[in-house]
């Protein structure tokens, strides 16, 4: 991965690339391999809690970049939601050195993923996504690792630009950044705190997104003063408002888009009746078995499947947190 730290935007790559290349447990490494089998995408980021607080008995998060959908196996039909309203989410189990591993797994391809880190989009998911940590835990070659890396500083500009227009008028950098999540978490349909999660992010990494602001800021050419810690963005009235007419449009946009990708993800989801029966046996203690027909139907067999749930006392029972 080319990335010079000699220039704002050299900075922004070098920093990424910095963290791209961070190593992951050996046990992320073989999940991806086998996961990947005979598959050929450019690249697997690994992202999310599971990077921010390891946890092998949960689930893991990753994103699979790929050129064309038909680089990665799925059915006609899948691959023409994945076209439509991307991405595709699936669930995959594997053994690892004697453990079940678990993950979700979302799919895109290399111009989904340009169009979705680009100011033209409307969805805010993705770029709010990585602008924050990920680790690059398998890539084809140094082409594709260099085109995930564009997509990255990508997010990272439009994730700066966004918090300096929401953001105080003065303030640290990590208060832009909590501007930032706190509205990019209530443009979406989630059911974490928009309050507490932001901070969450930010905590413990301050310098490297005061790092990044800051260098994303002189990249684009926002203009800005600087004293100390405190960050004084100098962009006029006009500026703002139109970015906060942007905004608008893309709050009332987030919570339609992921209530359709739910929607959708009820025929696309590949495994997600082994993935709920997972989390059923993780919060209640009750094993939902599932037929092969099951698995591959879950609509059609949801009425028998809740009714194995009664039987078995799910809805007598008072459900932990996850």
């Keep these: 991965m080319n990335a010079r730290p000699d220039s704002a935007g050299g900075q922004i790559a070098h920093l990424l690339a910095s963290e791209l290349v961070q190593p992951v447990p050996v046990e992320i490494t073989a999940f991806v391999t086998g996961m990947i089998g005979a598959a050929q995408p450019m690249g697997v980021l690994f992202y999310g809690s599971a990077l921010r607080q390891p946890d092998?008995?949960?689930?893991?998060?990753?994103y699979v970049i790929v050129r064309r959908l038909s680089d990665w196996p799925a059915g006609g039909w899948a691959r023409t939601a994945n076209r439509l309203l991307p991405p595709n989410v699936e669930?995959?189990?594997?053994?690892v050195n004697g453990r079940t591993l678990r993950a979700k797994v979302a799919i895109l391809t290399l111009e989904q993923f340009r169009h979705m880190?680009?100011?033209?989009?409307?969805?805010t998911t993705i770029w709010a996504r990585f602008c924050q940590p990920v680790r690059l835990?398998?890539?084809s070659g140094p082409d594709a690792a260099d085109a995930i890396l564009g997509c990255l500083i990508r997010a990272v500009g439009m994730a700066a630009r966004w918090a300096m227009a929401l953001g105080p008028r003065e303030g640290r950098a990590d208060e832009f950044w909590n501007a930032l999540f706190s509205n990019t978490y209530g443009a979406e349909l989630r059911v974490e705190s928009s309050r507490k999660r932001p901070r969450a992010l930010v905590e413990g990494k301050e310098a490297r997104y005061a790092a990044l602001l800051t260098a994303a800021w002189r990249a684009?050419?926002?203009p800005f003063d600087q004293h100390g810690d405190m960050l004084v963005p100098r962009t006029d009235a006009a500026w703002r408002e139109r970015m906060h007419a942007g905004w608008w449009l893309r709050q009332k946009a987030g919570r339609p888009l992921n209530i359709a990708r739910l929607a959708k993800a009820a025929f696309t989801f590949t495994g997600g009746a082994r993935y709920i029966a997972w989390k059923i046996k993780r919060h209640s203690g009750i094993e939902l078995?599932?037929?092969?027909f099951a698995e591959r139907h879950p609509l059609i067999c949801l009425p028998h499947l809740l009714?194995?749930?009664?039987?078995?006392?799910?809805?007598r029972r008072k459900q932990q947190p996850d």
């Design 220 to 222: 684009d050419g926002l």
């Design 289 to 292: 078995p599932l037929s092969p």
């Design 307 to 315: 009714w194995s749930l009664r039987q078995a006392g799910f809805f």
């Design 137 to 139: 835990v398998w890539v």
């Design 91 to 95: 669930y995959h189990e594997l053994p």
């Design 117 to 123: 880190t680009g100011r033209r989009t409307l969805d």
């Design 56 to 62: 092998m008995d949960g689930v893991l998060d990753f």
